[in-house]
DNA sequence: TATGAATGAGTGTTCATTCAT
DNA sequence: GATGAATGAACACTCATTCAT
């Protein structure tokens, strides 16, 4: 844990980044940091003098790198999603037959099984994250978000030749719904799940991935069936 | 300390609610003041405190009446989302002709156009009520729950005759996702809509009713169309 | 449970105490149920309602026999204290042989040994119970230790020849600093049991029984010995 | 808020302590006040706010320095009965003669005398301070306590030549006893004060540096006379 | 850049006690 | 006498954020 020899300090991080390239790292261990606290436990639980104790760093620190608590999740949740939105785009695209509906549903599902800190921020992004943001990071994030859905859209009514123009960002939409709203009823309380445990609530007991996939099957199928 | 009523009295509620009916009365008083608070801010905006002097009550009576903050709250969301069921349900079985999917999708989501309150919080459902709620209360409301949508989805399936057996709850689950998901992408947070308010921006701009309609639509044809 | 059949009530008690033997009755079964609280746990943790409860009587009730929560537990002392009092005299008394320091004070210590409730409320007396306590109630209180103080003070001047005329009280004062210092020794919080339970630790660890023998022997001899 | 030293500041510590004399100060700082509020009223009536405001610091910043109440005054007992011990072995000290019981009765006694807070908060120790408060500080109390008690005890049997191997702090534990035992009988309430003004009652009215001098006397004869 | 001491707003909950019935 | 609904004062502690150094 001591990088530094013959200091007193126990910090992994360089005392100072100067360079650019210092500071990027810093800030991706700060995010890194904070998502292995949020993955662990909650966004209420997660205290910023944590993650800077985490990262080497001292409280006030954190805030030269992220103005605000939410900013700080604000920027995990953009680079989980950006990240995901190019794993998916390349998954999808070494695919060479022609897409179809089920296949993509599963595609989509299945990279999102993983993804448990992505899909739980993305639920708190308008009643959380964006509440205490500044108008150029909200609008920072907005723009990446459009112009993923364009592409990814644009993709999708390229090889699902039964999306009409348009529909494409719709069924993102959609999905964005769907993938936030299955995570809630996933997520269970320690209540709920003694409640839930007794074998006839089974139909209520979500499994966020099957939920997923069905959903989106169906409503792809919905669509080419016109 | 108010002894002459009709002087400075704004209530109709005796002093002493003795009566079961009183009781009820004061509890369903209280949840109206809650509402009212929540509707016209946030949940963490609502202080007992705040419900309590609304209702003409000490800070001690409403914990009197629902043992935590969360237990209130969770007794709205069961008053509203039953009594939307309930509505729901009537407005379905007026209907003598055969159901089509997009009657039903244009029904469901003009029944909740007008139900923010409810949406907003079955959002947070998992996330936050039944955080600290009794397993009691827990259990009720996921029975009821269970029960409503067995008996919905019983609907649905006897008078959709393209859904196959268990799959009418399994449409509400969706259902569900769907109205959670989209209520949070529609509620945008100041910040946002400055940002959301660029004409480039539109693929963004969730219209509650419009996407659960279409969303919904597509889904029931999904499901017909096998 | 159930002494009234067909009542709805589960009371073990009658539903009104008219006589005075009822009255005098349910004090004591309040007193007895207070003290059953409190031997389990701490003054603190004694709620009123509790008493009630466990009586079988509204919460209400319990302050029409005492006016004050401290009121209920000086009684409680009251109680404790001169039964003790009143014990220790027949003990003594039953011994012809002519007292010795050592006997007395080991017949002291070991009529205490059971007592822990009485000692831990004379720890609180002062400082607790004789602050939210009517002036009536607190007299009749000092002028009964008073009384018992000066007839055993008494016994002891008797008795033991070495005590000159106003000593038997004075060795009753130094007693009730002792037992009271001593009782809060033994008390131990869990925290500090923990810390006391190293080896080294043990002049630290306190036995009632055996310091309060050992201090009140040596206090005797003292007396005796000029 | 105060930026202009001298203008309002009443403090003479820098706004922000950053050297360890200056955290020490200020630690002393909190806790002087906390002494002459605690002093004046009661454990119970002395809030954390109080103690912040008067020593010119925000409520949180005394947390900073106490992780709770209970840590505050333990440590405020830890000053005052060490520097207590200190004063007591430099008095003892000083005296070449040698020492006898009511030499030693009174000098302890009289040390005493101006100790209420002391021997105050010795009579919570075990009730409230030790209930909310870390291992590591109990027992750096009890580790430092011990070797006071062995300290001083072993003086006690060097000088007073009638004391057993052992003895020394046996001695100080029924000290102890008496000590915190006579603190509480003598702290009387408002309304026992009325009742033992009369004058019959003159056998209750304890005087606490008498009494502990006489049992102190009396204790130590009980030794030396076997 | 980095630090970390200081800030201070923010609140649900308990429970002895009262009093209308 | 009994009830139990209503009262309301009371309070330590957290933690995101700031800013002097």
Not at 172 to 196: F, I, K, N, S, Y
Request: net charge neutral; proline share 4%.
């Amino acid at each position: 844990m001591v990088s530094n020899p013959g200091v007193k300090g126990e910090r992994a991080a360089p005392q100072r980044a100067r360079k650019d390239e210092d500071k990027e790292a810093r800030r991706r261990l700060l995010l890194d940091e904070a998502l292995a606290l949020y993955a662990a436990t909650s966004y209420a639980e997660v205290k910023m003098a944590d993650v800077a104790e985490r990262a080497g760093l001292a409280k006030g620190t954190v805030f030269l790198y992220f103005p605000t608590k939410e900013a700080l999740f604000l920027a995990l949740l953009e680079d989980l999603l950006f990240s995901w939105f190019a794993r998916l785009d390349a998954r999808l695209c070494q695919s060479d037959a022609p897409w179809t509906g089920p296949w993509l549903a599963r595609s989509v599902a299945q990279s999102l099984e993983a993804e448990t800190s992505l899909t739980r921020l993305l639920a708190m992004l308008q009643t959380v994250l964006e509440q205490n943001v500044s108008v150029e990071q909200a609008r920072r994030f907005k723009e990446r978000l459009l112009q993923a859905m364009l592409h990814i859209g644009a993709l999708l009514e390229a090889r699902l030749d039964f999306l009409k123009p348009g529909e494409g960002p719709r069924v993102l939409v959609h999905l964005h719904a769907l993938v936030t709203g299955l995570r809630q009823m996933a997520d269970v309380a320690p209540v709920a799940r003694e409640v839930l445990a007794s074998p006839h609530m089974a139909p209520l007991r979500i499994d966020f991935t099957a939920e997923l996939t069905a959903a989106l099957t169906t409503l792809l199928r919905g669509l080419e069936s016109r």
